[in-house]
């Protein structure tokens, strides 16, 4: 079994803490959009018949032009980012892994469950180097020079809310996989769809790890327009903006100074993170704080019509 790893979310426990209808909260403990793409209809062949190649096949294309995916390169889809994580030490010799921290938790405990040696501070004996870009939860971009490892794996899974920022055609190099999930710029983690590009030696070698049939027809079906809807993520970019730049104005008004994030997630500092936290929860408002940190705060977005709340919270 492995080990129990911080996350956003729980909100279960909150409302068992703090009281109320579930209904009545808002998790802001995540960076999922709050306004998720629209599913529209879904044949009902993607229900009950296997996935088959011509679907799966219109899926990747649509990633490859989504994503000015390098010629060459390989798409691999999956059940969410998260199963590719668990499986991406599977493709080397074990060895040591540099995970500099703070980041997503999941990168480095995936190399420590497969016996991977793992760093949390620059190593240059590192076999394998994995860095989230932006990072979660101060949105640091990286740049080429700081990758130096002989593999590099780049978690893009909230690059789609800055595309100028993506390092896809680092995958040319034959050494680098980089990740996409498709649950948190479309709102639609529940979905649970994620992407590998690499080389075709290690996508092929991560496919057979992952097995036939691995993302459903209905992901397939509505991926696939999400994917071909540039309209939509225009118009989504230009909206996350203005909501991080309200949230931003909301937050800095009760003394909280905005230290970094995206437009998906906010990342603040307080005097007291906890105390934060619990001012919000007796709003029914759910916050991100962290085991390492006394101050830090991270905030999604609320959605649309629950401004207000998170307004009286503060």
Do not use: C
Request: charged content about 20%.
């Amino acid at each position: 079994m492995s080990k129990h790893r911080d996350h956003g979310g729980g909100l279960d426990a909150a409302v068992a803490r703090y009281g109320g209808e579930k209904a009545d909260w808002i998790d802001l403990s995540t960076g999922i959009n709050p306004t998720s793409y629209p599913i529209g209809e879904i044949p009902q062949t993607a229900w009950s018949a296997l996935p088959d190649a011509a679907a799966q096949d219109a899926l990747i294309q649509a990633a490859r032009t989504f994503w000015t995916v390098p010629r060459g390169a390989a798409i691999l889809a999956a059940p969410g980012a998260s199963s590719l994580i668990a499986r991406l030490p599977a493709l080397w010799p074990v060895g040591q892994v540099e995970v500099q921290t703070p980041t997503y938790n999941e990168h480095a405990g995936a190399f420590d469950a497969q016996g991977w040696q793992v760093s949390h501070q620059p190593n240059l004996s590192a076999d394998v180097q994995v860095v989230v870009h932006p990072n979660n939860p101060d949105g640091r971009l990286w740049q080429q020079d700081e990758l130096t490892a002989p593999y590099v794996i780049i978690d893009e899974s909230f690059g789609d809310v800055m595309p100028e920022e993506s390092l896809i055609e680092r995958v040319s190099d034959g050494r680098t996989i980089v990740l996409k999930s498709f649950g948190k710029f479309w709102g639609l983690a529940g979905l649970r769809l994620g992407f590998a590009i690499g080389a075709p030696e290690l996508i092929d070698r991560l496919s057979s790890l992952i097995g036939p049939w691995a993302v459903s027809g209905p992901a397939l079906s509505i991926g696939t327009a999400a994917l071909n809807d540039i309209a939509w993520a225009t118009a989504t970019n230009i909206k996350l903006k203005h909501d991080m730049e309200k949230l931003d104005r909301l937050m800095i008004h009760k003394n909280a100074k905005s230290i970094g994030g995206t437009t998906l997630f906010r990342l603040y500092e307080t005097p007291d993170a906890r105390a934060f936290q619990n001012r919000l929860a007796k709003g029914h408002v759910w916050s991100r704080i962290f085991p390492y940190s006394d101050t830090w705060l991270r905030l999604g977005l609320p959605p649309e019509d629950k401004w207000d709340q998170l307004e009286a919270a503060l």
